[in-house]
């Protein structure tokens, strides 16, 4: 793969590209799913609801645990009068998905030594978006703090933050790279302002981030199958 050049910045996504993410949210939501089917309901109507719920959630309250833990018990609260579905499976559900929080994030291999190597050559930052104090506070227990020069944690990742990161800073935006696994948050954005981008697949990433690489040929876009790989390309 050609060696992408120029490049003086990186921007690293972080859930699900620097660490395992939506992983804990799609097992807690095919859980919360398989109680309402054992409870009596159809399967397709129990996803319907979930979903339904989760949109509105997501568009008036944002991102992150907290607001994933508000649609589980919205849900139950409107769905439980008419299922019986057992409050201890409930209980069992959301202390599962809690741990999670507690005994993570944990990297994915090799991101903490391609980062520092990579830190060498290049300008470190990440770029994430949910909760400011959620975020934070998973990028300083990984210990992705001490690897790049700054991180921003914005409420949603769109063209426009982009546009906003690069005049901000001064940076030029050939001159930048961002690194991450949606296309919709990572990918597309980063192209349409004129960046280089890499794009890593991940199998769970969260379903209302799917989206098609906008143009799977773009000279300036580099798709690889492992983050190691990144030391290929820089």
């Known amino acids: 793969m050609e060696p ?4 003086r910045t990186l921007i690293f996504d972080a859930d699900d590209t620097l660490w395992k993410n939506n992983f804990y949210f799609v097992e807690a939501t095919e859980a919360f799913i398989a109680m309402w089917v054992a409870a009596g309901m159809e ?10 719920f989760e949109k509105k959630a997501v568009r008036e309250r944002g991102y992150g645990s907290e607001n994933f833990l508000y649609i589980l018990q919205g849900l139950w609260e409107r769905l439980s009068p008419r299922y019986p579905a057992p409050p201890q499976t409930m209980e069992q559900i959301i202390e599962r998905f809690k741990e999670h929080r507690s005994n993570g994030p944990v990297l994915f291999e090799g991101v903490k030594e391609t980062m520092t190597e990579l830190a060498r050559r290049y300008a470190l930052y990440v770029l994430t978006k ?13 210990g992705i703090d001490k690897l790049v020069r700054d991180y921003f944690i914005v409420p949603e990742k769109d063209i426009t933050v982009y546009r906003e990161l690069l005049a901000s800073h001064n940076w030029s935006s050939e001159q930048v790279c961002m690194v991450g696994n949606s296309p919709k948050s990572d990918i597309n954005p980063a192209l349409a302002c004129g960046m280089h ?6 199998e769970h990433t969260w379903h209302l981030d799917h989206d098609a690489v906008s ?3 773009h000279p300036r876009l580099r798709t690889l199958k492992t983050f190691r790989e990144l030391t290929g390309i820089l």
Do not use: W
Request: cysteine-free.
């Open 197 to 202: 981008a890499v794009y890593i697949p991940y």
């Open 130 to 142: 949910g909760r400011y104090d959620e975020q934070k506070g998973k990028i300083i227990r990984a």
């Open 215 to 217: 143009d799977p040929h």
């Open 4 to 7: 992408i050049k120029g490049i």
């Open 43 to 52: 399967e397709s109507a129990a996803r319907q609801a979930f979903l339904e």
